[in-house]
């Protein structure tokens, strides 16, 4: 249980393309997704919280336009990478906390998504 | 707020030996405290977590971690190490920022033959 998956697991585009990942609870409802970007050989650094039916909070940096987050049902949350650039290059990846899922704030994670902007 | 600090960027133990992680936590509320692991280019797969039933807390793959409120830790430890056990770990903490986890800068483990 509490599965949760990305796609594509990787994504090679040119730059100025925007690029869209997907990330689906694939067996309970998630009513808060989050994304993280991760640099290589660093930590998880969260870009912001998504709750079903709402705007997304974006932390302190990140740029709202630049990263659009969708979560327009319980079980699917979306990040567009509008405009990408090289530097937009990084591993995403994409949890999922749920009401039907274990509590104490545990969050379930996609096996994450590979962003290469040429 | 709330943060945490790994010990060791990089820690490298023979097969068989003693694997210990080193976690310490700094919170505003009494926290959640999680432990990942992360195989190269996959997401985390949850080890433990601690969530107050008790303090030393058993998860997969053999490992464990105990609370420690005065020490404000919660080392991960595993008896004996094994090949499979490289890998990068995350410590976590939940809990006075709502719903978001806060992590450490990671522990890479090199498992030596």
């Known amino acids: 249980g509490a599965v949760v998956s990305q796609h594509p697991s990787w994504v090679i585009c040119k730059s100025g393309t925007s690029v869209k990942i997907e990330c689906r609870s694939l067996d309970f409802q998630a009513t808060t997704m989050f994304w993280y970007r991760q640099f290589p050989k660093q930590s998880l650094m969260l870009m912001a919280t998504s709750n079903e039916g709402s705007k997304a909070t974006y932390e302190q940096g990140v740029e709202k336009d630049k990263f659009l987050i969708n979560h327009a049902s319980l079980t699917l949350s979306t990040l567009t990478v509008t405009s990408a650039h090289p530097e937009d290059s990084s591993f995403y990846i994409c949890?999922?906390?749920?009401?039907?899922?274990?509590?104490?704030?545990?969050?379930?994670f996609g096996p994450g998504t590979r962003l290469t902007v040429l | 707020a709330q943060s945490v600090t790994q010990l060791g960027s990089h820690v490298s133990v023979s097969e068989g030996a003693l694997v210990l992680l080193r976690c310490n936590y700094s919170?505003?509320?009494?926290?959640?405290l999680f432990w990942y692991v992360q195989y190269p280019n996959q997401g985390l797969q949850l080890l433990l977590k601690?969530?107050?039933?008790?303090?030393l807390v058993k998860g997969i793959n053999g490992f464990e971690a105990e609370f420690k409120k005065s020490e404000t830790s919660f080392h991960l430890t595993k008896p004996s190490a094994h090949m499979s056990d490289a890998a990068e770990y995350f410590c976590?903490?939940?809990?006075?920022?709502?719903?978001?986890?806060?992590f450490g800068g990671g522990t890479r483990v090199l498992v030596k033959p």
């Open positions: 976590a903490v939940s809990g006075a920022a709502g719903n978001k986890l806060t």
């Open positions: 601690y969530t107050s039933a008790a303090t």
């Open positions: 949890s999922a906390k749920g009401p039907g899922t274990t509590s104490y704030n545990e969050q379930f």
């Open positions: 919170s505003s509320v009494p926290p959640y």
